[in-house]
T-cell receptor, first 113, second 111 residues
């Protein structure tokens, strides 16, 4: 158990819909990262938050947004969903924002029909 | 951004044999080189990492070696066991201490 909690574990929805994925980092970790994992693209970095502030953006679509709340949990919002958004979405946390161990949750599997 | 390649994409080994997987990267400024293991249905987990001031690091049956000149680092697993079957990702650092994950190596240990 990494200590990172993601909900929901599975989500099935239709094209055009909007979903919210939730992440609770390990106790004491200030950084939260979101990654998308699909079969042909591996782990793609989406966005990084540190203590409530956005620190870095990766290959995140404009239809996607995220935030980190004062209690350090984070939410990833995916809107106007397309079939190609079907993937595993992982949240990871770390103590600081620099290079060091990332602790991953078990992921949220999104299926868009 | 960082270009990361992992070879071979799939590796099958007999139980007890050694497995070696290699990661090449493009950013000469990378200074942190971790390997993550992902088991089926789980998130990736760090198994070993190395920083650029060290050439090799061992932890029981696993080791990582770094060749900064050639811009590659490798994961070595000795005396492989069925529980070593997983997908392994390298994730060299780049830019502002971000990690660039490769596409992964599937390791299959045949009992």
């Amino acid at each position: 158990d990494s200590g990172v909690t993601q909900t929901p574990k599975h989500l099935i929805t239709a094209t055009g819909q909007r979903v919210t994925l939730r992440c609770s980092p390990r106790s004491g970790d200030l950084s939260v990262y979101w990654y998308q994992q699909s079969l042909d693209q591996g782990l793609q970095f989406l966005i990084h938050y540190y203590n409530g502030e956005e620190r870095a953006k990766g290959n995140i679509l404009e239809r996607f947004s995220a935030q980190q709340f004062p209690d350090l949990h984070s939410e990833l919002n995916l809107s106007s969903l397309e079939l190609g958004d079907s993937a595993l979405y992982f949240c990871a946390s770390s103590q600081q924002g620099g290079s060091g161990e990332l602790f991953f949750g078990e992921g949220s599997r999104l299926t868009v029909l | 951004g960082e270009n990361v390649e992992q070879h071979p994409s799939t590796l099958s080994v007999q139980e007890g044999d050694s497995a070696v997987i290699k990661c090449t990267y493009s950013d000469s400024a990378s200074n942190y080189f971790p390997w993550y293991k992902q088991e089926l249905g789980k998130g990736p987990q760090l198994i070993i990492d190395i920083r650029s001031n060290v050439g090799e690091k061992k932890d029981q049956r696993i080791a990582v070696t770094l060749n900064k000149t050639a811009k590659h680092f490798s994961l070595h697993i000795t005396e492989t066991q069925p529980e070593d079957s997983a997908v392994y990702f390298c994730a060299p650092s780049y830019g502002n201490n971000r990690l660039a994950f490769g596409k992964g190596n599937q390791v299959v240990v045949i009992p």
